[in-house]
């Protein structure tokens, strides 16, 4: 960079953003692709056995680290998320679910990652004729307010020191987001930004998660970039309805790093040219 050049916002967006590794068959391997397609950071997918952590001893996390560092690629860990959820009432289940997000902390400390993100995870529910399907968290409000709050208390105590935790929309309930509102004051945790589970399949958005997140633009560290259509998400960026540039243009004041979730790496690369395209 030339001196005294100084980037514009949406370009230090462009400069920051990383891929979601999901299929790749190393770490390693996801440093260099990075490397190969222009992308600044790498978020190394947990849920998948090739990245479970029990996989990597201590000296192969700091040969990672050190490779990452020597090839400037920021590392990012996305905590199992599909099949995990905080947002259980049944105490032995949650803390086996606490258990394993603390290896994905642990080892994303160890690895030198910027942040960790996690999801609340999904509610039970039951179906009433005539009403629809009403989850417990609606049945049973401070009950489930209290049992979140322990486990984002536990998770983020763990993190304190390591590593940056980030929850997700994915998804934010009531219950999610009076939890979270009451943590974040006092720097806690911190937030993951999915810009496509911002909308409903209609291309509508859902006001009160949109105006959460409006709330606390300071509060988000971590952006996932996927465009969404009537069928599905992770959509490759500009073949859906995601206002890219409006929401970007509002997070591009702030510290904010970005993951393309589009999937495989040449999908992910297509939607990198597709975003500099919006943003310029």
């Known amino acids: 960079m030339k001196r005294g050049f100084k980037l514009s916002n949406l370009d230090r967006i462009l400069s920051r953003v990383g891929f979601h590794a999901v299929y790749e068959k190393s770490i390693r391997e996801t440093v260099d692709l990075a490397c190969k397609y222009g992308f600044s950071s790498v978020q190394i997918e947990t849920a998948m056995p090739q990245f479970f952590p029990e996989r990597y001893d201590g000296d192969a996390r700091e040969q990672i680290r050190c490779y990452a560092n020597d090839k400037e690629v920021t590392l990012k860990v996305h905590a199992p998320g599909e099949d995990f959820s905080l947002q259980t009432l049944h105490a032995s289940i949650q803390q086996a679910v606490i258990k394993r997000l603390k290896k994905a902390i642990d080892f994303a400390a160890d690895l030198g990652a910027k942040l960790v993100t996690i999801h609340p995870g999904t509610v039970p529910g039951f179906t009433i004729p005539g009403r629809g399907t009403i989850p417990i968290d609606v049945q049973y409000p401070q009950l489930h307010i209290q049992s979140l709050k322990v486990a984002l208390l536990e998770l983020s105590d763990h993190s304190k020191g390591k590593t940056l935790l980030c929850i997700e929309n994915s998804p934010f309930t009531s219950t999610v987001m009076k939890v979270l509102s009451d943590m974040l004051k006092d720097n806690r ?92």
């Open 189 to 280: 945790i911190f937030l993951t930004w999915d810009l496509a589970k911002l909308y409903r399949n209609d291309g509508t958005t859902y006001a009160q998660i949109e105006n959460f997140f409006l709330e606390h633009l300071d509060k988000v560290r971590e952006c996932h970039l996927h465009d969404r259509t009537r069928e599905h998400g992770h959509q490759i960026i500009g073949q859906g309805f995601v206002d890219f540039k409006r929401y970007l243009t509002l997070l591009s004041n702030y510290d904010v790093d970005y993951t393309i979730e589009v999937r495989p790496i040449e999908n992910a690369a297509k939607s990198l040219k597709a975003l500099r395209k919006i943003l310029k």
